[in-house]
């Protein structure tokens, strides 16, 4: 069943980053065929995934990347429906294609069973929730560098960058919070002062002062803070796995 | 406002010199529980509670007397717990229930139970395997120190029975579990000096019932079993013979306040985050 999975990943990923040139074109109607022609490949092997796992496919990093890629059309039709942010395709588009493209490289290993501390109704959501709220904080954060790049009308970017962000972080409040009632049911302690239970304090602080910038007289900084809490979420994400000094152990398997 | 953005940004610095891997000379748990962590989170939460009686009151902020309050809660019953709280562990015995009356502290200290606790009736269960496929190096392609085999293939017991292994043909999974030692057999040699070799078992259940009093509580990772204030949690066991367990144990005054805490701030944020803003549609 692997072998049907790099063309899938690759066809995902090509679709998605078709789909933003096309919103780039202002191709809207067609981008958005193409971003669900990719959407529903990229469901495809999450499918797959599980059934190779037999179970929800959140296992290790390559997993968690198709499932995090998933995230990005239905939030950006929340957006376009509730915000009217139909201009803002081209930065989910090409926001989606990020991590499906990493997926592609990534060692796709198929023996992750649920070790017993995993087997907690808190897992799903726990990992779901992170996941929107990470999504969204990606396609803010490429917004706030087209913000610096180009010139383009700052007053609505800034303000759907907000509205995007302000989505984002209940979720990511959700996602660390859920956590540590899971951690509490599981080792009997809320916190344990994991690098990556620190590192997604720091980011979620960091979001936060985000916020009371904004809403301060210090509004000038609010973007400075959201650079920092990014950097702060890619830590979170990827480094504190990757770089063996950062290490997680009770994340390990995440 | 701006002091609780001062506040933010020290407490994320404090945070960050903990686990910045540089210098490598701070010890990280003396920097979250140190004099100067609590007096900032002294000062948030009564930042927040000054927020909260200074804001105009109204329908429409039910969203941030939440997460304000909410946060000042949790702080609250963490605090109550540093101070009175108790966390220890202790290891039963399961071959043979011995009872134990006394928690070790982390300290190397003791704490009277108060009723004694024997284990019995532990259990352990494992998924199916995982072999990896090994074969060969070619000959004058192995460095030196370098095993003379490389993994070209991963197959997992619990899918279908019958694995293609490359063009080494068909294999019949179930030919690896042996019924006379009841257990997956560690290695099996196939054509041309290859081999199946199982990895490592990952544990799908593991379980103890515990002896408080005469009474019998059952407990496992995710469900702790309670008793007179005690919380007990299975935390490890022996792997090598499973002659013992390893449990924590945790009498907590402020776990009720944390956890309402911790729910009344997720409800909020939600409220907040989904609540229409004035000129709302960016």
């Avoid at chain 1, 995230?71 to 039709?77: Q, S, T």
């Avoid at chain 2, 702790?224 to 299975?234: D, N, S």
């Amino acid at each position: 069943m692997t072998a049907f999975l790099i063309p899938l990943l690759i066809a995902s990923a090509v679709g998605y980053l078709l789909s933003g040139i096309l919103f780039l074109l202002r191709r809207n109607r067609i981008a958005i065929f193409v971003a669900g022609a990719a959407w529903l490949v990229n469901l495809a092997v999450i499918v797959v995934n599980g059934l190779i796992v037999h179970d929800i496919p959140l296992g290790n990093m390559y997993q968690v990347q198709g499932v995090l890629s998933l995230c990005f059309l239905p939030l950006f039709a929340l957006f376009a429906v509730r915000d009217k942010l139909n201009w803002a395709g081209v930065y989910f588009a090409f926001a989606s294609a990020l991590p499906m493209t990493g997926a592609i490289f990534m060692d796709k290993q198929g023996g992750w069973k649920r070790m017993p501390a995993l087997q907690s109704n808190w897992f799903v959501p726990h990992v779901l929730a992170y996941m929107i709220s990470y999504a969204l904080c990606a396609v803010a954060f490429i917004m706030l560098i087209r913000l610096w790049i180009r010139n383009v009308e700052q007053k609505e970017f800034r303000r759907a960058i907000y509205q995007i962000l302000r989505t984002a972080f209940p979720f990511m409040t959700f996602g660390m919070l859920s956590g540590a009632l899971w951690a509490e049911e599981a080792w009997g302690q809320y916190w344990s002062w994991d690098a990556k239970e620190v590192w997604s304090l720091i980011t979620w602080g960091l979001y936060l002062v985000y916020f009371h910038c904004r809403k301060s007289g210090w509004a000038r900084h609010a973007d400075w803070a959201h650079l920092l809490a990014f950097l702060a979420l890619l830590t979170t994400f990827f480094l504190v796995n990757l770089l063996p000094k950062l290490g997680s152990l009770l994340h390990s398997y995440a | 406002m701006k002091f609780g953005i001062i506040l933010f940004c020290l407490i994320v610095l404090l945070l960050l010199t903990a686990v910045l891997p540089v210098g490598g000379g701070l010890e990280a748990t003396a920097i979250y529980y140190s004099p100067v962590m609590i007096l900032l989170l002294a000062l948030l939460s009564a930042g927040s509670v000054w927020c909260c009686l200074t804001r105009r009151a109204g329908r429409k902020q039910a969203g941030f007397y939440l997460v304000h309050l909410g946060v000042v809660v949790i702080l609250a019953g963490a605090f109550v717990g540093y101070i009175a709280g108790v966390k220890g562990s202790l290891q039963l015995s399961v071959k043979q229930p011995v009872a134990a009356n006394r928690l070790l502290l982390p300290e190397r200290d003791s704490v009277e139970l108060g009723f004694s606790v024997a284990a019995e009736d532990f259990q352990v269960k494992f998924y199916p395997p995982v072999y990896h496929l090994y074969r060969p190096t070619p000959s004058g392609m192995t460095a030196p120190g370098q095993m003379p085999f490389q993994k070209t293939g991963e197959f997992s017991a619990d899918g279908q029975d019958e694995w293609i292994l490359d063009d080494l043909g068909p294999f019949t999974a179930s030919n690896l579990w042996s019924e006379a030692r009841g257990e997956w057999t560690q290695r099996r040699m196939l054509d041309s000096g290859s081999f199946l070799h199982r990895a490592s078992q990952t544990p799908s259940f593991f379980g103890v019932t515990l002896l408080v009093n005469g009474e019998k509580l059952p407990v496992s990772i995710n469900h702790p079993a309670q008793y007179k204030g005690w919380r007990f949690y299975l935390v490890s066991y022996d792997q090598l013979n499973q002659s013992f367990v390893q449990l924590s144990a945790r009498r907590d005054p402020g776990r009720t306040a944390v956890i309402a805490g911790i729910w009344v701030t997720m409800i909020g944020t939600f409220i907040l985050g989904f609540r229409r803003e004035k000129g709302g549609a960016a």
